[in-house]
């Protein structure tokens, strides 16, 4: 609680340097296809800290735009965002054209149906200043929680109250979710190779072989334009560098990063209180991907880690170690109908000579998992009501064997789908998305369906948007395959886990507050997911996964305020009840019931400067709603300097040295500085 009051106080650090710019220029411009020519309505254009939405003709203007170098960035649903570096000089006006190449129609991150309503998205400049990672990026915002375990554990969301596992996370159309675990771990993702984001909360589907009952992460990667190098260095030996460009049609991204270690943490007072060094925290993550976009586009991954379990607080293992790795390969060829397909290979070791309480150990697993998809895309006409619908087909099978996995682990599940985007007319401001799928896999009974219909209203600078769907989804391999260890025990009855339905409404206003630009967004939810697979103990103690019924529902709101011409305000806040379906039922162990946010940039010329602070309330680590982990607020503060084509930043993570837990016994490296330079060339 006491960090509730950092975002207004940062903003009255910046105030003062905002109203200090004397000169200012206007930027302004269009938004096309790169294809026709033709301007695209309602795209995202964004330049330094403040964004608006092109108009019918795809122009934008910026006024009182700060002199010197500027990035501005353009983004719209089923294009490839586009990015200019412009040199903007005192009292000169600067106009430009943003070329946007569309994206096929009916890849699959186009596929994703949610909600109909504005879309929000972070852009490229704003990832960066986030942080290293999409982990640090998207924390907090719309909703998100990242479930950490710890300084160099899996980072994976949470969004409404959802398991991690509940999340798919789309990387430019394929899914980058561990087909054993079904968690994606966003650490991975370097903010420097991604252009843009977007989260649909709720029962979505996904395209392919999948439906998320949690919500759709959906990533998109950096155009290939212009060269690439940063490198930083960090508290507690951290430290890390990037690289990418094109090679003719293809664009390559390369990163490397060491992890902090050996930083210390508060010792809990039932342990001795005091202070401790976090030992066996460390290790090295790697990264390269290569892609081409077209008619026939390759998508190539590749990451690797190696890095110590340090395990809990209360029971260190300083000798424990992971190696991972995994290669993925995907292929899309678009012509009258879209194929893809991917191929996807993961290992894993684990080994600790010294355990404190067992024998030693050392164990191995290795999984491959495949995809294909066929999606058709073509007119559409209903009722009168006429538009665009897709009509689509996936598999996917995914086989593990190994120390830890029970013999003949494979799994196979297919589906098919049909979607569509209405409107009466072109001057309508009602928009219809209807959907429905099948699907079937590996130990059901039969084909389980789910559909959902959103509904848009739009005119003018106002938005209202309702929806109702259900969603289902298969038990993560984990749960089936995991070889029972010690304290724990598998049950093959599992069910899979089921949104029977959930509505939505919501709410999007534009308008001028005080003569500045603002934007506000609310939007509440309700809905039943039957038999919510959870971890929990049973006779003796023994933890298995189980089923229960959950009660979902809540309360998201944003706002963002542009008070001065280069300076932006946001706040964010999520309160998300999710409790067992019994009269009286706790909060589901280890979803916080609040979660709240705020930031503020300043850019002037050459400067920049920016705050952000984000709460997480209380979590429960057990399903009897006892003994809750507290609540923790963290603030980040940064500022650059542009130099030629250079970018040098400053960056302190945590300034307060709060040291939060998400998990119980996991504590994070608490107050770290990092200095990072950036070069870019066009």
């Known amino acids: 609680m006491r960090c509730s009051r950092l975002p207004a106080l940062a903003l009255l650090v910046i105030w003062p340097v905002a109203l200090g710019a004397q000169s200012s220029a206007t930027v302004r411009g269009q938004v096309v296809d790169a294809a026709s020519g033709a301007g695209i309505p309602a795209a995202r254009v964004t330049l330094g800290a403040v964004s608006a939405l092109t108009d019918a003709d795809g122009r934008f203007e910026f006024a009182n735009v700060a002199y010197g170098l500027s990035v501005v960035v353009a983004a719209a649903v089923g294009y490839r965002p586009a990015r200019l570096t412009l040199d903007v000089l005192p009292g000169l006006a600067v106009e430009r054209t943003l070329r946007l190449a569309a994206l096929p129609p009916d890849l699959p991150t186009i596929a994703v149906q949610g909600s109909a309503g504005e ?82 909360a709720g029962a979505q589907s996904a395209g392919g072989a999948g439906t998320a009952i949690g919500g759709v992460i959906d990533i998109r990667s950096l155009p290939g334009s212009g060269a690439q190098a940063s490198g930083w260095l960090g508290s507690h030996g951290s430290g890390g560098g990037t690289l990418s460009g094109a090679i003719g049609e293809f664009r390559l991204f390369a990163q490397g990063e060491r992890l902090a270690d050996n930083y210390p943490y508060s010792v809990p007072p039932n342990r001795g209180g005091g202070e401790a060094e976090r030992v066996n925290a460390g290790g090295t993550i790697g990264t390269f991907s290569i892609r081409r976009s077209g008619k026939l586009g390759i998508q190539g991954r590749a990451s690797f880690s190696e890095r110590g379990l340090p395990g809990a607080i209360g029971n260190e293992t300083p000798h424990a170690t992971a190696s991972d790795w995994s290669a993925f390969l995907g292929l899309t060829v678009d012509g009258r109908s879209t194929w893809s397909g991917s191929l996807q290979y993961l290992g894993s070791d684990v080994a600790d000579p010294d355990p404190p309480l067992a024998a030693p150990y050392a164990v191995h697993s290795r999984g491959v998992s495949g995809t294909l998809d066929w999606t058709l895309h073509g007119g559409l006409a209903l009722l009168g009501w006429g538009g665009t619908g897709e009509l689509g087909a996936a598999a996917r099978h995914d086989r593990y064997e190994g120390d830890v996995v029970t013999a003949d682990a494979q799994f196979s599940r297919g589906s098919i789908r049909a979607s569509g985007s209405l409107n009466p007319s072109e001057e309508s401001p009602w928009t219809l998305r209807p959907s429905a799928r099948l699907d079937l896999w590996t130990g059901s009974s ?60 919501g709410a999007t206003q534009q308008w001028e507050l005080l003569g500045r630009p603002a934007t506000a967004s609310v939007r509440g939810y309700y809905g039943l997911v039957d038999d919510m697979i959870l971890w929990s103990p049973g006779v003796g103690f023994i933890w298995s996964p189980r089923n229960y019924d959950v009660i979902r529902r809540g309360v998201e709101g944003s706002l963002s305020i542009r008070p001065a ?53 209380e979590r429960y680590p057990n399903p009897g709603g006892v003994n809750p982990r507290p609540a923790f607020g963290l603030m980040d503060v940064g500022a650059e300097r542009s130099i030629g084509a250079a970018v040098v930043r400053a960056d302190i993570r945590d300034l307060f040295d709060t040291r939060a837990e998400f998990l119980a016994g996991y504590p994070t490296p608490g107050r770290t500085a990092i200095l990072s330079i950036t070069l870019e060339w066009q």
Do not use: C
């Open 446 to 505: 039969g084909p389980l369906g789910s559909a959902r219909l959103d509904v848009l209203w739009r005119r003018g600078s106002t938005a209202f948007h309702g929806s109702a769907g259900s969603a289902v989804s298969a038990p993560a391999l984990a749960d089936l395959f995991f070889r029972e260890g010690v304290g724990v025990v598998l049950n093959p009855g599992l069910r899979p886990e089921r949104v029977r339905w959930e509505v939505e409404v």
């Open 119 to 200: 879309e929000t998205l972070l852009d490229h400049a704003t990832l960066v200043r986030r942080g290293a990672d999409m982990a640090t990026a998207i924390d907090g915002w719309q909703g998100v929680v990242v479930r950490r375990s710890g300084s160099n554990g899996p980072a994976s969301p949470q969004v409404r109250g959802s398991a991690p596992e509940e999340v798919i996370v789309l990387l430019d159309g394929f899914a980058i979710n561990d087909p054993l675990t079904g968690r994606a771990d966003l650490s991975r993702v370097a903010t420097r190779d991604v252009a843009s984001v977007q989260v649909r």
């Open 565 to 617: 011409a280069t300076v932006t305000v946001e706040a964010q806040g999520a309160w998300t009840p999710i409790t067992y379906d019994v009269p009286g039922g706790a909060q589901v162990q280890y979803r916080p019931r609040a979660s709240w946010g705020a930031a503020a940039t300043w850019t002037g010329g050459k400067w920049g400067a920016d705050a952000r602070w984000r709460w997480v309330g």
